[in-house]
């Protein structure tokens, strides 16, 4: 547990376990002196010593003396400011926060101190650098440890992190740490979600909890129930839950913008709480991670929590439908044909795409009944994204060039990284089924597996402005990144209330 507190006296007054510094390439050492200098008076001469220049990612740990206490000193490298890359200052920053948390553990900081870097080196505002700041210190902060019972590997030991900021900006400043942890609450609910046991957490067990988490911030829900998945004509949630013992349902949350006539946004996410592949059942090896197969659910699901309390002037309307995928003797077969919400027929030819009978459902509901004015879908849909993009970039889709730019613009903005990649019209004969209108996966000969996903997805949009995220190889697993821990990323949630904070009409 990290515990964020705003100061604003000089940093040598504060009595902390560690006093950490940010510092740039080649950055000035008179400017660190008078503290540095004081906790360890030959500071200068052992950080050229050891090598340290401020390069970006690198760190160095030097021991020091305040009032008679052994304390540290922390020195973090921010490299070359501004970075070149877009976006690529900021997410310099964070990783060296993420190292500072691991440091933290490592050393098992009880406390550590540092001033905010100045923010026009960030090019941002105070009140963005402090809330990027408390939202990176937890993210990197969250284990998920609850099934280990020997508490030698647990980091269940409070720390606080105290952080100074100029007597002009604490109030914002302490706006910004406060939106800061609304993130850091929604990104540790969406990854608990994922990094649960799938067998703790099947489609009912989720949907309660979301609901409970939404109603806790006011926010209105709705779960559908089997009967009602059937009476709505949703074959395809239907379709994918019929191997299972546990029944599909699908959690709507609502947040209404206090603007009348505000117009609505949708946010869908594919929610399969285990992946088996079904009938066309996977390799053990493949098997092993889907548990994450719902992590969108949990993303548009945790980010109403933020929305709720960010209060933005549109309506955001999140639809999660939850199922799992399991073989058995009711399970759906290939050949099988399920019909839509919308009334189309789709022809079950690997029962492993599973994810587009259900968000075709999902897609078809949000476009008819909450009539938005955009709808984002987050899927982990295909293996093959990861294939194309590696693990550091969402694969987007969209036929809306306007909402794509938008959603490119947040992701800059976030460090939640996409990349469009195209829905062209080519691709369609790919997926036109011989005896059903469309089948869940693209004939071989036409390759872009994802692409051909995408497409399927679009079927079921209607003239909604519409992007698709297809986020299987950024969801979990993402290696190198300081700030995360092997498991589950919460990618996205940073990314759609940037959306929709920003919300304005289209220009085209
Ligand atoms: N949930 C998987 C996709 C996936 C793969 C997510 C790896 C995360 C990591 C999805 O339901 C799936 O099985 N997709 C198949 C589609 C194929 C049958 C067309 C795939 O990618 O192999
Ligand atoms: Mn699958
Ligand atoms: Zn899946």
């Known amino acids: 547990m990290i515990q964020i507190s705003l100061v604003t006296n000089d940093i040598i007054d504060r009595s902390s376990d560690a ?28 950080v050229k010593e050891r090598g340290f220049t401020g390069k970006a990612g690198s760190s160095l740990i030097l021991n020091g003396v305040y009032k008679g206490k052994a304390v540290y000193l922390v020195f973090l490298g921010l ?50 650098l402090a809330e990027e700041t408390s939202t990176f210190l937890h993210k990197a902060s969250y284990h998920f440890d609850q099934f280990i019972t020997n508490k030698e590997r647990t980091y ?14 604490e109030a ?47 926010l209105t829900t709705t779960i559908l129930d ?40 949708a946010l869908v996410g594919k929610g399969v709480t285990f992946d088996t592949g079904g009938l066309c059942i996977k390799p053990a090896a493949s098997m092993l991670t889907m548990k994450d197969d719902m992590a969108g659910a949990a993303v548009v699901l945790a980010t109403m929590n933020v929305i709720a309390q960010l209060k933005p002037d549109v309506n955001v309307v999140a639809l999660a439908p939850l199922v799992e ?31 587009r009978l259900i968000l075709a459902d999902a897609l078809a509901y949000a476009a008819d009944v909450y009539k938005p004015v955009a709808m984002i879908d987050l899927a982990t849909l295909t293996g093959a994204i990861g ?52 089948k869940n996966i693209g004939d071989r000969k036409y390759l872009g597996s994802s692409i051909t996903a995408a497409l399927f997805l679009k079927e079921f949009t209607g003239e ?24 589950a990323t919460g990618f996205g949630i940073r990314l759609l209330t940037d959306l929709v904070m920003q919300w304005k009409p289209f220009k085209g």
């Not at 009880?110 to 090019?123: E, H, K, Q, R």
């Not at 698709?468 to 979990?476: N, P, R």
């Open 19 to 46: 006093y950490v510094f940010f510092c740039r390439h080649d950055f000035d050492f008179a400017r660190l002196s008078a503290t540095a200098g004081h906790l360890y008076a030959p500071y200068e001469q052992a």
């Open 79 to 128: 490299g070359d400011m501004p970075h070149k890359k877009p976006g690529g200052s900021i997410e310099v920053y964070r990783r060296a926060l993420g190292r500072l948390i691991r440091l933290a553990e490592g050393h098992k900081f009880s406390s550590f101190t540092f001033d905010l870097p100045d923010p026009a080196v960030l090019n941002l505002s105070y009140r963005h």
């Open 156 to 169: 269940h030991w409070s720390m606080n992190a105290v952080i100074g900021a100029p007597k002009n900006y």
């Open 172 to 218: 914002e400043v302490q706006e910004g740490l406060n939106r800061g942890l609304c993130f850091a609450d929604a990104l540790t609910l969406a990854r608990t979600w994922c990094d649960m046991p799938p067998s703790h957490l099947p489609p009912a067990t989720l949907a309660k909890e979301a609901v409970a988490k939404a109603k806790e911030y006011g």
């Open 226 to 265: 089997k009967k009602q998945i059937d009476k709505l004509g949703m074959g395809g949630i239907e379709g994918v839950c019929r191997g299972s013992v546990n029944e599909p349902c699908m959690v709507i949350i609502e947040y209404k913008a206090a603007k009348k006539d505000a117009p609505t946004i």
């Open 325 to 355: 995928n399991m073989p058995s003797g009711s399970a759906i077969k290939p050949g099988d044909v399920l019909k839509t919400y919308n009334g189309k027929t789709i022809e079950v030819i690997d029962t492993d795409a599973e994810g």
């Open 387 to 438: 294939v194309a993009l590696g693990v550091y970039y969402a694969g987007l889709f969209s036929q809306h060039d306007e909402l794509a730019e938008r959603v490119i613009d947040s992701s800059i903005r976030t460090g939640d990284q996409v990349w469009r990649l195209p829905l062209d019209d080519d691709y369609i004969p790919a997926i036109i089924s011989d005896i059903a209108d469309v």
């Open 464 to 487: 909604t402005p519409w992007v698709h995220l297809d986020i299987a190889s950024v969801a979990f697993g993402v290696p190198d990144l300081s700030y995360l821990r092997s498991g």
